[in-house]
């Protein structure tokens, strides 16, 4: 079975960091587009990052800018997401994802897997 389990997710304080985790099972997703995407409570899900399949590219929102760094490691079949300077409205559920029509199609919305989500709070 095809999946994608996320981990790292946690509570924080204001302006720390947390280094959230994502392994890919069953097919092998290095030739995949992977990415993150977060949920406000009550709120649709929305993009925070992406990455190529290669790691050569990258897309980020607005919101994230200067904070948060994508990567990747295809001999491991994960994808990471560092999350730096915190904000109490970084509170979400944070979402991996994987997408075979390339990074800017997962920014898009064009993707084929999700993970379950993993809660990540931050306190003021």
């Known amino acids: 079975q095809d999946q994608l389990e996320e981990s790292g997710g946690g509570l924080v304080q204001a302006g720390g960091s947390l280094r959230l985790s994502c392994a890919a099972s069953g097919r092998t997703f290095s030739r995949y587009s992977m990415g993150w995407f977060r949920q406000f409570s009550g709120k649709e899900r929305e993009f925070v990052a992406t990455?190529?399949?290669?790691?050569?590219?990258?897309y980020y929102a607005d919101s994230v800018k200067g904070r948060f760094t994508i990567s990747r490691d295809n001999a491991r079949n994960s994808v990471y997401l560092q999350m730096n300077s915190l904000k109490p409205e970084d509170t979400a559920v944070y979402y991996c994802?994987?997408?075979?029509?390339?990074?800017?199609?997962?920014?898009?919305?064009?993707?084929?897997?999700w993970g379950q989500g993993t809660q990540v709070t931050v306190s003021s």
């Open positions: 990455i190529s399949w290669s790691g050569g590219i990258t």
């Open positions: 994802a994987a997408g075979s029509k390339g990074a800017l199609a997962v920014s898009r919305g064009g993707v084929d897997y």
